[in-house]
T-cell receptor, first 115, second 116 residues
């Protein structure tokens, strides 16, 4: 089966510009996650969707970050305006659901550099 | 809030030898899941092994096994017969088992180097 797809793989922008990332989860996976991984650290959860509803966005900097999951499939994560400290890899993951220990499958990530 | 601590930023092992990566965590929950993920330079996070907290038996997956000490909140990963392809960043992660939010909480990672 196809894995989690993300695009673009790399993005370089200047501070105060806007950027958007796209994620296509594994077919049939109801739960979708966005993580931020700053260099030298482990990933940090930004937002979790169950179908097209938000389950957890407690760590999402809502003044500049937004995310949506239309029709419960694809998702976009947007940063507007970007700051230098937003430079990181943004990982998307999906799972069948929240029940039990459903495995989270990760995409290849988007590396964002803010200059 | 749950926290995960990996105290070894980097480990090095000779090919074919055994290495153990350490992880401790803090939680007030009694039921949860613990994971070890591998992240090669390609950035793709790959699940290595997982442990359900309610199971006393340590999980094993081929050359990978864990030592789960619930009372001590310790979850170490043992890699036997290390291979060059095992070189990567290894992350320990925690997840609640209850309903609601179940995003992973990760440690800072251990960089594993395999010496040929």
């Amino acid at each position: 089966e196809a894995g989690v797809a993300q695009s673009p793989r790399y993005k370089i922008i200047e501070k105060r510009q806007s950027v958007a990332f796209w994620c296509n989860p594994i077919s049939g996976h109801a739960t979708l996650y966005w993580y931020q991984q700053i260099l030298g650290q482990g990933p940090k959860l930004l937002i979790q969707f169950q179908n097209n509803g938000v389950v957890d966005d407690s760590q999402l900097p809502k003044d500049r970050f937004s995310a949506e999951r239309l029709k419960g499939v694809d998702s976009t994560l947007k940063i507007q305006p970007a700051k230098l400290e937003d430079s990181a890899v943004y990982l998307c993951a999906s799972s069948l659901g929240r029940a039990g220990g459903a495995e989270q499958y990760f995409g290849p990530g988007t590396r964002l550099t803010v200059t | 809030a749950q926290t995960v601590t990996q105290s070894q930023p980097e480990m090095s092992v000779q090919e074919a030898e055994t290495v153990t990566l350490s992880c401790t965590y803090d939680t007030s929950e009694s039921d949860y899941y613990l994971f070890w993920y591998k992240q090669p330079p390609s950035r793709q996070m790959i699940l290595v092994i997982r442990q359900e907290a309610y199971k006393q038996q340590n999980a094993t997956e081929n050359r990978f096994s864990v030592n789960f000490q619930k009372a001590a909140k310790s979850f170490s990963l043992k890699i036997s017969d290390s291979q060059l392809g095992d070189a990567a960043m290894y992350f320990c992660a925690y997840r609640d088992s209850g309903g609601g939010a179940d995003g992973l909480t990760f440690g800072k990672g251990t960089h594993l180097i395999i010496q040929p």
